[in-house]
DNA sequence: TTTCGTTATATCCAATCAAATATAGCGATT
DNA sequence: AATCGCTATATTTGATTGGATATAACGAAA
Protein backbone atom coordinates (compact mmCIF):
# COMPACT_ATOMS: atom_id res chain seq x y z
CA UNK A 1 0.00 0.00 0.00
CA UNK A 2 2.08 3.03 -0.89
CA UNK A 3 -0.71 5.96 -0.56
CA UNK A 4 0.29 9.13 -0.14
CA UNK A 5 -1.38 12.37 1.10
CA UNK A 6 -0.26 15.51 -0.74
CA UNK A 7 -1.91 18.75 0.15
CA UNK A 8 -1.61 22.32 -1.18
CA UNK A 9 -1.68 25.56 0.76
CA UNK A 10 -2.48 28.92 0.16
CA UNK A 11 -3.10 32.34 1.87
CA UNK A 12 -6.74 34.32 1.24
CA UNK A 13 -6.94 38.16 1.46
CA UNK A 14 -10.60 39.24 1.36
CA UNK A 15 -11.83 36.08 -0.07
CA UNK A 16 -8.96 36.25 -3.21
CA UNK A 17 -5.46 34.24 -3.14
CA UNK A 18 -2.67 36.26 -1.85
CA UNK A 19 -0.01 33.34 -1.63
CA UNK A 20 0.12 30.39 -2.97
CA UNK A 21 3.03 28.11 -4.16
CA UNK A 22 3.41 29.09 -7.51
CA UNK A 23 3.91 32.76 -6.03
CA UNK A 24 5.95 31.94 -3.41
CA UNK A 25 7.88 29.83 -5.94
CA UNK A 26 8.05 32.83 -8.04
CA UNK A 27 9.33 35.25 -4.84
CA UNK A 28 12.15 33.01 -4.31
CA UNK A 29 13.43 32.63 -7.82
CA UNK A 30 13.33 36.28 -7.76
CA UNK A 31 14.96 36.41 -4.59
CA UNK A 32 17.68 34.35 -6.33
CA UNK A 33 18.07 36.42 -9.60
CA UNK A 34 16.97 39.98 -8.72
CA UNK A 35 15.22 40.49 -11.58
CA UNK A 36 11.76 39.45 -13.01
CA UNK A 37 12.24 38.01 -16.34
CA UNK A 38 15.41 35.97 -14.94
CA UNK A 39 12.64 34.36 -12.81
CA UNK A 40 10.62 33.34 -15.33
CA UNK A 41 13.29 32.36 -17.37
CA UNK A 42 14.55 30.01 -14.41
CA UNK A 43 11.09 28.86 -13.63
CA UNK A 44 10.46 27.93 -17.54
CA UNK A 45 7.75 30.14 -17.95
CA UNK A 46 6.78 32.77 -19.84
CA UNK A 47 7.00 36.72 -18.62
CA UNK A 48 3.83 37.04 -19.00
CA UNK A 49 2.56 34.64 -16.63
CA UNK A 50 5.24 35.91 -14.29
CA UNK A 51 4.63 39.33 -14.60
CA UNK A 52 0.38 38.37 -13.84
CA UNK A 53 1.31 36.17 -10.60
CA UNK A 54 3.86 38.95 -9.28
CA UNK A 55 1.43 41.77 -10.22
CA UNK A 56 -1.66 39.64 -8.37
CA UNK A 57 0.54 39.42 -5.00
CA UNK A 58 1.26 43.26 -5.13
CA UNK A 59 -2.32 44.05 -5.91
CA UNK A 60 -3.77 42.36 -3.12
CA UNK A 61 -0.49 42.58 -0.55
CA UNK A 62 -1.41 45.71 2.06
CA UNK A 63 2.96 45.85 2.09
CA UNK A 64 5.14 45.98 -0.66
CA UNK A 65 6.88 42.69 -1.52
CA UNK A 66 8.88 44.06 -4.35
CA UNK A 67 10.69 47.21 -5.48
CA UNK A 68 11.61 47.46 -9.05
CA UNK A 69 13.62 49.93 -10.79
CA UNK A 70 13.00 50.63 -14.13
CA UNK A 71 15.70 51.38 -16.64
CA UNK A 72 19.15 52.08 -15.93
CA UNK A 73 22.30 50.11 -15.66
CA UNK A 74 21.29 46.38 -16.77
CA UNK A 75 17.94 47.60 -17.34
CA UNK A 76 16.60 47.35 -14.13
CA UNK A 77 15.11 44.71 -12.05
CA UNK A 78 12.85 43.54 -9.17
CA UNK A 79 13.82 43.04 -5.23
CA UNK A 80 12.33 41.64 -2.47
CA UNK A 81 11.32 43.81 0.70
CA UNK A 82 12.10 42.80 3.98
CA UNK A 83 8.56 42.04 4.16
CA UNK A 84 8.43 39.70 1.14
CA UNK A 85 11.29 37.50 2.42
CA UNK A 86 9.28 37.16 5.90
CA UNK A 87 6.46 36.03 3.62
CA UNK A 88 8.32 32.99 1.83
CA UNK A 89 9.94 31.78 5.36
CA UNK A 90 6.36 32.02 7.43
CA UNK A 91 4.80 30.27 3.93
CA UNK A 92 7.35 27.53 3.70
CA UNK A 93 7.22 26.82 7.53
CA UNK A 94 3.67 26.22 7.69
CA UNK A 95 3.65 24.33 4.57
CA UNK A 96 6.06 21.84 5.63
CA UNK A 97 4.44 21.80 9.10
CA UNK A 98 0.99 20.47 6.91
CA UNK A 99 3.24 18.10 5.22
CA UNK A 100 4.64 16.51 8.31
CA UNK A 101 0.65 16.49 9.90
CA UNK A 102 -0.55 14.91 7.33
CA UNK A 103 1.76 11.97 7.10
CA UNK A 104 0.72 11.27 10.47
CA UNK A 105 -2.70 11.71 10.21
CA UNK A 106 -2.17 9.12 7.17
CA UNK A 107 -0.23 6.68 9.41
CA UNK A 108 -3.38 6.58 11.49
CA UNK A 109 -5.41 5.49 9.18
CA UNK A 110 -4.73 1.93 8.61
CA UNK A 111 -8.63 0.71 7.41
CA UNK A 112 -7.16 2.11 3.71
CA UNK B 1 -5.92 41.67 8.97
CA UNK B 2 -8.59 39.13 7.82
CA UNK B 3 -5.60 36.42 5.99
CA UNK B 4 -7.44 33.18 5.81
CA UNK B 5 -5.73 30.28 5.12
CA UNK B 6 -7.45 27.38 3.11
CA UNK B 7 -5.69 23.66 1.78
CA UNK B 8 -6.99 21.64 -0.50
CA UNK B 9 -5.80 17.26 0.23
CA UNK B 10 -5.95 14.53 -2.10
CA UNK B 11 -4.86 11.27 -1.99
CA UNK B 12 -2.23 9.70 -4.57
CA UNK B 13 -2.05 5.68 -5.29
CA UNK B 14 1.23 4.79 -7.26
CA UNK B 15 1.72 9.03 -8.63
CA UNK B 16 -1.53 9.45 -9.96
CA UNK B 17 -4.59 11.26 -7.87
CA UNK B 18 -6.51 8.46 -6.39
CA UNK B 19 -9.20 10.88 -4.26
CA UNK B 20 -9.62 14.36 -3.66
CA UNK B 21 -12.38 16.86 -2.76
CA UNK B 22 -14.18 16.56 -6.10
CA UNK B 23 -14.44 12.79 -5.82
CA UNK B 24 -15.61 12.16 -2.82
CA UNK B 25 -18.03 15.29 -2.97
CA UNK B 26 -19.11 12.89 -6.06
CA UNK B 27 -19.31 10.01 -3.93
CA UNK B 28 -21.06 11.06 -1.53
CA UNK B 29 -23.83 12.79 -4.03
CA UNK B 30 -23.83 9.13 -5.45
CA UNK B 31 -24.76 7.51 -2.07
CA UNK B 32 -27.79 10.25 -1.84
CA UNK B 33 -29.09 9.58 -5.10
CA UNK B 34 -28.34 5.65 -6.06
CA UNK B 35 -27.54 6.81 -9.33
CA UNK B 36 -24.26 8.24 -11.16
CA UNK B 37 -26.42 10.25 -13.62
CA UNK B 38 -28.82 11.84 -10.99
CA UNK B 39 -25.45 12.77 -9.11
CA UNK B 40 -24.41 14.60 -11.48
CA UNK B 41 -27.26 16.92 -12.34
CA UNK B 42 -27.62 17.55 -8.53
CA UNK B 43 -23.72 18.24 -8.98
CA UNK B 44 -24.80 20.57 -12.06
CA UNK B 45 -21.78 19.26 -13.78
CA UNK B 46 -22.04 16.74 -16.96
CA UNK B 47 -22.44 13.07 -17.12
CA UNK B 48 -19.16 12.60 -19.07
CA UNK B 49 -17.26 14.27 -16.41
CA UNK B 50 -18.81 12.60 -13.60
CA UNK B 51 -17.90 9.32 -15.42
CA UNK B 52 -14.41 10.22 -16.20
CA UNK B 53 -13.86 10.97 -12.17
CA UNK B 54 -15.81 7.92 -10.95
CA UNK B 55 -13.84 5.72 -13.97
CA UNK B 56 -10.87 7.71 -12.55
CA UNK B 57 -11.54 5.65 -8.93
CA UNK B 58 -12.56 2.74 -9.94
CA UNK B 59 -9.18 2.36 -11.83
CA UNK B 60 -6.88 2.99 -9.31
CA UNK B 61 -8.79 1.72 -6.04
CA UNK B 62 -7.42 -2.07 -5.42
CA UNK B 63 -11.04 -2.47 -3.99
CA UNK B 64 -14.23 -1.55 -5.70
CA UNK B 65 -15.42 1.93 -4.30
CA UNK B 66 -19.36 0.91 -6.24
CA UNK B 67 -21.63 -1.04 -7.64
CA UNK B 68 -23.37 -0.73 -10.73
CA UNK B 69 -26.53 -2.19 -12.22
CA UNK B 70 -27.51 -1.90 -15.77
CA UNK B 71 -30.95 -2.10 -16.71
CA UNK B 72 -33.77 -3.74 -15.19
CA UNK B 73 -36.53 -1.23 -12.85
CA UNK B 74 -35.73 2.12 -12.85
CA UNK B 75 -32.62 1.88 -15.47
CA UNK B 76 -29.95 0.52 -13.31
CA UNK B 77 -27.98 2.68 -10.85
CA UNK B 78 -24.90 2.77 -9.14
CA UNK B 79 -24.41 2.80 -4.94
CA UNK B 80 -21.48 2.97 -2.77
CA UNK B 81 -19.39 -0.17 -1.11
CA UNK B 82 -18.90 0.11 2.27
CA UNK B 83 -15.13 0.38 1.37
CA UNK B 84 -16.35 3.60 -0.63
CA UNK B 85 -17.98 4.50 2.29
CA UNK B 86 -15.41 4.32 4.65
CA UNK B 87 -13.41 6.51 2.02
CA UNK B 88 -15.54 9.28 2.32
CA UNK B 89 -15.59 9.31 6.20
CA UNK B 90 -11.68 9.19 6.34
CA UNK B 91 -11.18 11.63 3.62
CA UNK B 92 -12.97 14.28 5.29
CA UNK B 93 -12.12 13.83 8.32
CA UNK B 94 -8.74 13.96 7.62
CA UNK B 95 -9.22 17.15 5.83
CA UNK B 96 -11.00 19.11 8.92
CA UNK B 97 -8.49 17.88 11.05
CA UNK B 98 -5.66 19.74 8.17
CA UNK B 99 -7.97 22.91 8.61
CA UNK B 100 -8.35 23.16 12.41
CA UNK B 101 -4.31 22.36 12.51
CA UNK B 102 -3.75 25.17 9.70
CA UNK B 103 -6.52 27.48 11.79
CA UNK B 104 -3.67 27.37 14.63
CA UNK B 105 -0.70 27.47 12.75
CA UNK B 106 -2.02 31.06 11.35
CA UNK B 107 -2.50 32.15 15.05
CA UNK B 108 0.99 31.79 15.53
CA UNK B 109 1.51 33.39 13.01
CA UNK B 110 1.24 37.17 13.73
CA UNK B 111 3.85 38.72 12.21
CA UNK B 112 2.10 38.76 8.78
C1' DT C 1 -41.97 -7.82 -26.59
C1' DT C 2 -42.25 -3.11 -25.56
C1' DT C 3 -40.97 0.38 -22.33
C1' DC C 4 -37.98 2.84 -19.24
C1' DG C 5 -33.99 5.24 -17.08
C1' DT C 6 -29.67 4.14 -16.44
C1' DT C 7 -24.62 3.15 -17.77
C1' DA C 8 -21.27 3.74 -21.39
C1' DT C 9 -18.90 6.02 -25.12
C1' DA C 10 -17.87 8.81 -29.33
C1' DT C 11 -18.02 13.12 -31.62
C1' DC C 12 -18.40 17.93 -32.27
C1' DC C 13 -18.16 22.56 -30.70
C1' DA C 14 -17.37 26.48 -27.45
C1' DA C 15 -14.78 28.50 -23.98
C1' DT C 16 -11.08 29.07 -21.35
C1' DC C 17 -6.08 29.20 -20.53
C1' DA C 18 -1.38 29.67 -21.70
C1' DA C 19 2.36 30.39 -24.91
C1' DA C 20 4.39 33.16 -28.41
C1' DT C 21 5.04 37.35 -30.53
C1' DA C 22 5.29 42.28 -30.94
C1' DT C 23 5.91 46.85 -29.25
C1' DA C 24 6.82 50.65 -26.15
C1' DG C 25 8.95 53.13 -22.16
C1' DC C 26 12.47 53.59 -18.85
C1' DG C 27 17.08 55.65 -17.21
C1' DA C 28 22.05 54.98 -15.73
C1' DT C 29 26.06 54.36 -18.33
C1' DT C 30 28.94 55.19 -22.17
C1' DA D 1 22.50 61.08 -27.98
C1' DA D 2 22.88 55.98 -28.32
C1' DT D 3 22.78 51.61 -26.00
C1' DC D 4 21.21 47.99 -23.11
C1' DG D 5 18.33 44.81 -20.48
C1' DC D 6 14.57 45.17 -17.99
C1' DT D 7 9.45 46.24 -16.94
C1' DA D 8 4.90 46.61 -18.98
C1' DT D 9 1.13 45.43 -21.97
C1' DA D 10 -1.67 44.14 -26.15
C1' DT D 11 -2.61 40.86 -29.63
C1' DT D 12 -2.63 36.60 -31.87
C1' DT D 13 -2.19 31.78 -32.02
C1' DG D 14 -2.44 27.09 -30.12
C1' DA D 15 -3.73 23.68 -26.74
C1' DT D 16 -6.41 21.89 -23.44
C1' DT D 17 -10.70 21.55 -21.10
C1' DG D 18 -15.50 20.87 -20.64
C1' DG D 19 -20.35 21.02 -22.42
C1' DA D 20 -23.74 19.47 -25.53
C1' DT D 21 -25.40 16.05 -28.29
C1' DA D 22 -26.14 11.49 -30.20
C1' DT D 23 -26.28 6.63 -29.92
C1' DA D 24 -26.13 1.95 -28.14
C1' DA D 25 -26.62 -1.75 -24.65
C1' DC D 26 -28.81 -3.43 -20.76
C1' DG D 27 -32.55 -6.10 -18.18
C1' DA D 28 -36.56 -6.13 -14.93
C1' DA D 29 -41.33 -5.20 -15.22
C1' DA D 30 -45.67 -4.42 -17.46
Redesign the pocket.
Known amino acids: MNYKIKSRIWIELDGEEFLGEGKVKLLKA ?1 DNTG ?6 KTMK ?5 A ?1 HL ?2 AVNNSAKKPVTV ?11 KLTVYGKSLIVNFEEMNEKCWKFLDVQLENIKSL
Chains 1, 2 share one sequence.
Open positions: ISLSKAAISYKKWLDKSIGGKGGGGT
